[in-house]
């Protein structure tokens, strides 16, 4: 299902003279290989088609990304790649996936306040985007944590291989930062990469858990709305801190046991 990127391309060399070797950088390509490496262990991908991205430190013209044809679990700092807005590989060696690049490179172009974007066709959550009504009901405590921040797409289009389908999905998104795409995924949108990789373990783990619940056959409970709200404030006020030691944890746990995620 992955397609390549053929767009016609200007000559990156002119319009990027600034240096992406600095550490700040680097260290984006690391946090951003680990959410993917994680992303698959936890069986958050679907074969080679999902894609991570986030805006280059200092630069917000241009954003990494993985590169086509590679699975989470293969993915390393050195093997993603940064793209400008026009298709431009300007470092890494690949090109990226075509759905990929109309999707990220539109939504960071159009919403500079997202500085990271997670697509995933994640099991419990893209089984959510395909049944009838609102996709979480607000009925346990992790759905919570994002009440009031999803927009949902009802007009699934097909693949986004132009840029007026992912021109069409960043309007959707709004000011939300979670994307149900309907008969198709999700998409997590972030100020930055911990932020990202939180939320989208998070909405998997409440759509999995709202899944068993209706799986049940009982009615479910949800929380009345001034509750729902309030416990949405509380948690969103711990969230990035929450986020960074969440990072922490998993760069520890792959520099134990797949320390090549940062080559």
Same mark, same amino acid.
Not at 59 to 84: K, M, Y
Not at 89 to 108: K, M, N, Q, S
Not at 159 to 164: Q, T, V
């Given at each position: ?46 074969? !080679? ?14 954003? !990494? ?18 793209? /400008? ?7 890494? /060696? ?74 069409? !999905? ?22 930055? !990469? ?70």
């Amino acid at each position: 299902m992955a397609h390549e990127l053929n767009v016609s391309k200007a000559n990156p060399a002119l319009r990027h003279n600034m240096s992406l070797d600095t550490d700040e950088i680097w260290q984006a390509r690391v946090d951003l290989a680990a959410c993917l490496r994680m992303a698959a262990r936890l069986g958050l991908e679907e074969g !080679i088609c999902n894609h991570f991205s986030s805006v280059v430190p200092g630069h917000p013209d241009l954003f !990494i990304v993985n590169r086509l044809g590679w699975a989470f679990q293969e993915a390393t700092a050195s093997s993603l790649l940064i793209c /400008d807005f026009e298709g431009n590989v300007v470092a890494g /060696d690949g090109v990226p996936e075509a759905t990929a690049f109309y999707i990220h490179a539109r939504l960071h172009k159009m919403a500079p306040r997202v500085g990271a974007a997670f697509h995933t066709h994640m099991p419990n959550a893209t089984a959510l985007s395909m049944v009838e009504g609102e996709p979480l009901v607000w009925a346990g405590q992790t759905a919570l944590k994002f009440y009031g921040r999803v927009a949902v797409d009802e007009n699934y289009n097909g693949l986004a291989l132009d840029e007026s389908e992912g021109d069409r !999905i960043a309007s959707v998104l709004g000011d939300k930062d979670i994307l149900f795409m309907r008969n198709h995924g999700v998409m997590i949108c972030a100020p930055n !990469i911990a932020e990202a990789w939180d939320d989208l373990y998070y909405l998997e783990r409440a759509a999995e858990v709202q899944l068993k619940a209706m799986g049940s056959g009982r009615k479910l409970l949800p929380v009345l709305q001034e509750v729902a709200a309030q416990a949405a404030r509380q948690m969103r006020e711990g969230d990035p801190e929450s986020a960074r030691m969440h990072l922490e944890s998993i760069r520890r746990v792959l520099d134990r046991q797949e320390p090549e995620y940062r080559d």
